[in-house]
């Protein structure tokens, strides 16, 4: 079968490198602003990329809720029993508070689903390897971020900054390893499934 998901899960990930590019110049804006000192220009600069940086973010999560839909769009089309549906995934990671427990559950299940079957197995246990990884960076970034935003004394250069913009790197490649292994595990359940379904039309025209 044709998967929803394939092709924008690639357009995902190259939003997402496009952030880790970004974040590692703000890291290097840093680095320069506490050795040689920064002027108007610099800053403004930094403000800049800061901005795509928002941007790209903007963009991506949008991208990431569509994709999200259409993994689950797949999963139930080859197994109806699957039981998050496309909607619920959603509500998992969008709803606060609810969400907490909702994106731990939405690749929990699906690891446990692709270790069910001999052809995904390998990707569910990678799956289920990054999750927690994936969840504990989640908490941490948004505990760093939420710290900043609070602060009366801006300064885009001090060291805090720094340490944000290391665990959002480190945030966004975790959660490009989770799309490549989640595509991967579609994507042999899926020959898998194509499979059965041959052979269960052979079966039926004798």
Not at 176 to 184: E, P, Q, R, S
Request: net charge negative; no cysteine; hydrophobic share 50%.
């Amino acid at each position: 079968m044709k998967l929803r998901s394939n092709r924008l899960g690639s357009v995902l990930t190259k939003f997402l490198w496009a952030d880790i590019v970004l974040t590692s110049i703000l890291m290097i804006n840093v680095f320069i602003a506490q050795v040689v000192g920064v002027g108007d220009s610099f800053i403004n600069y930094d403000a800049v990329v800061a901005l795509v940086l928002g941007v790209n973010v903007l963009i991506y999560t949008i991208i990431y809720l569509v994709w999200l839909h259409k993994v689950h769009n797949d999963l139930r089309e080859m197994d109806s029993s699957y039981p998050i549906t496309p909607g619920g995934a959603l509500a998992r990671v969008m709803v606060p508070f609810y969400n907490l427990y909702g994106l731990w559950n939405v690749y929990a299940t699906m690891a446990t689903h692709f270790k069910e079957s001999a052809s995904s197995h390998e990707a569910g246990k990678k799956l289920a390897i990054y999750t927690p990884i994936y969840y504990f960076l989640y908490l941490i970034t948004g505990f760093m971020n939420s710290y900043i935003s609070f602060q009366s004394d801006y300064d885009p250069f001090s060291f805090i900054w720094l340490l944000t913009y290391i665990g959002d790197a480190a945030l966004v490649i975790s959660y490009i390893l989770i799309i490549k292994v989640v595509t991967t595990g579609l994507m042999n359940l899926s020959e898998q499934y194509m499979k059965s379904d041959n052979e269960d039309q052979a079966s039926s025209s004798f």
